[in-house]
T-cell receptor, first 114, second 111 residues
Framework: NAGVTQTPKFQVLKTGQSMTLQCAQD?????MYWYRQDPGMGLRLIYY???????DKGEVPNGYNVSRLNKREFSLRLESAAPSQTSVYFC?????????????FGPGTRLLVL | LAKTTQPISMDSYEGQEVNITCSHN???????ITWYQQFPSQGPRFIIQ???TKVTNEVASLFIPADRKSSTLSLPRVSLSDTAVYYC????????????FGKGTTLSVSS
């Protein structure tokens, strides 16, 4: 099992450009999440999906959109990138949408917006 | 959501036992306590989870007193490879509850 995979690993964008971060998991998990982590900070939840076909906003959803394409895949889209979106983005999955469950994280996507 | 407070940083030497305490005074009845570990340039990794008393696995032990207002992650005989950020999270099993990652505790292990 590959676990949680993310593409790309690193991306440089110019302000105003758009891009989609891809995430896939092969653990048959129902719930998937997108976080961002800024230097010296903890992780902040952007969006999550409790099951295929459903998505909900997290703590910092502004400037992002998500798509739960199927049970395996959950993508994060930046429609018009801004320098404030420079960050490391982590995708995670868990068996159920529950605070007590274990989340499994991908390796991260490092995004630089110029 | 129960807020957690943990030390910003800790230093240790190889072979020592390290105890990281997390305060969660407003923990709710249904909340579990979970610890994650994060190495530089990697995503967080689950270490241990508990509800009350003591939990032990191959990596660490988690001590939770009866009032559950705090918890202590214990790492026995740390090595250089245990240098990482450790996050304490408190959350329940209700759908729609977000996990809150604070700034964590940066543990530095020296030889």
């Amino acid at each position: 099992n590959a676990g949680v995979t993310q593409t790309p690993k690193f991306q440089v964008l110019k302000t105003g450009q758009s891009m989609t971060l891809q995430c896939a998991q092969d653990m048959n998990h129902n719930s998937m999440y997108w976080y961002r982590q800024d230097p010296g900070m903890g992780l902040r939840l952007i969006y999550y999906s409790a099951s295929e076909g459903t998505t909900d906003k997290g703590e910092v959803p502004n400037g992002y959109n998500v798509s739960r394409l199927n049970k395996r895949e959950f993508s994060l889209r930046l429609e018009s990138a801004a320098p404030s979106q420079t960050s490391v983005y982590f995708c995670a999955s868990s068996e159920d949408r529950a605070g007590g469950e274990t989340q499994y994280f991908g390796p991260g996507t490092r995004l630089l917006v110029l | 959501l129960a807020k957690t407070t943990q030390p910003i940083s800790m230093d240790s030497y190889e072979g020592q036992e390290v105890n990281i305490t997390c305060s969660h005074n407003n923990i709710a009845t249904n909340d579990y306590i979970t610890w994650y570990q994060q190495f530089p340039s990697q995503g967080p990794r689950f270490i241990i989870q508990g509800y009350k008393t003591k939990v032990t696995n191959e990596v660490a032990s988690l001590f939770i007193p009866a009032d559950r207002k705090s918890s202590t992650l214990s790492l026995p005989r740390v090595s250089l490879s245990d240098t990482a950020v450790y996050y304490c999270l408190v959350g329940d099993n209700q759908a729609g509850t977000a996990l809150i990652f604070g700034k964590g505790t940066t543990l530095s292990v020296s030889s």
